[in-house]
């Protein structure tokens, strides 16, 4: 299982030859990316995003609610950082067991490490 972060989706939106592949490859497996809805916010802008929207077509809009809010609060604070957007994405990933992709590895595996929970990062 994979958990996409807002680069992920500006690669695919772009083109990224590699996030498509990643992609493609989750689809054959049978298995369909999580996308955090603040993490669709992050990356919709209103205009025409035709690869953005065939993306999100293979993907779960996962909605945020208060436990997984809380837990991203929680994970700022042990981690130092206020990048609440990372850090849901750290904290959905570790629950999940999932694999995150990412166009910023470093400011998740330091979330990860907060947490106490590795996380397997692709970056695009």
């Not at 996409?4 to 695919?12: E, H, K, R, S």
């Not at 997984?68 to 067991?97: F, M, P, Y």
């Amino acid at each position: 299982m994979l958990v996409y972060d807002t680069g992920a989706l500006l690669a695919a939106e772009r083109g990224g030859q590699r996030m498509w592949k990643l992609h493609q490859q989750m689809l054959r497996a049978g298995l369909r990316p999580i996308v955090p809805g603040v993490v669709l916010a992050q990356a919709w802008r209103g205009g025409p995003q035709h690869n953005l929207s065939r993306l999100l077509r293979g993907c779960n809009v996962l909605a945020d609610d208060e436990g997984l809010c809380r837990a991203a609060g929680r994970a700022c604070g042990l981690a130092g950082t206020a990048d609440v957007v990372d850090a849901l994405i750290a904290v959905i990933a570790t629950r999940l067991g999932a694999g995150v992709v990412t166009s910023d590895p470093n400011d998740l595996a330091h979330l990860a490490g907060a947490l106490g929970t590795p996380l397997t990062l692709h970056a695009v």
